[in-house]
């Protein structure tokens, strides 16, 4: 089944409940919650208090993305502030401290998974499959919206379906990055299932026809 998880950064803050509101009567399956430490990426967005409002306002699935340098110290906090998925950069931390992160992620009851970016090669999720939910590739360099899909990110989502297949079929597949209702094909065709979109989504004021066009294979 095709996931489409709406990301809020390209949401009007202004109104964050309607806008999640809108994007859930549209269709949405999960909410994509970007967070940004202007350390591990180059930006600043939201973190724990945001969430725990979100937490409060809906009974969506939020999905966090942490774009922050040592996870480890923040993902009980995260999972305590109502995430339902804690998701981790392998290139945050070094892979004993990643694994304990998600060791403590799945000891509060929460999802959990790992995210690769652009120059970060399939082959560096090995250590974690079986240990996460979820798996995201960026298709763009993240701490930005709004920016071009990478279509050479399209091979590593086949290495790592084939690979998921045979090791943890019930892995989700995620992208994340430039998404929109023809590069979203591209992806599903290299075996993604759950497609993060920012402002194809929030760019467009029917979000309920902008969800249907990702969605649409
Ligand atoms: C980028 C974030 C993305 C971003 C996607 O670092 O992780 O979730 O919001 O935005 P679009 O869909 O506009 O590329
Ligand atoms: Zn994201």
Redo the contacts with the bound molecule.
Sequence with gaps: MIKVAP?I??ADFTRLGEEVEDVRRGGADYI?Y?VMDGEF?PNISMGLPVLKSLRESTDMFLDV?L?IDRPIRYVERFCDAGADLVNVHVEADREENICAALAKIRAKGKKCGITLKPATPAGAAEPFLGLVDLILV?T?E??????AFMTDMLDKLRVLRKRLDVVSPACELEV????NGETAKLCVEAGANVL?????IFGETDRAAAIRTIRTI
């Excluded at 994340?176 to 998404?179: E, F, R």
């Design positions: 990301s950064l390209a994509h970007d990426v993305h774009m960026m763009v993240p701490g930005f919206g709004g920016q994340d990055g430039g998404v993060v979109a920012g402002s194809a």
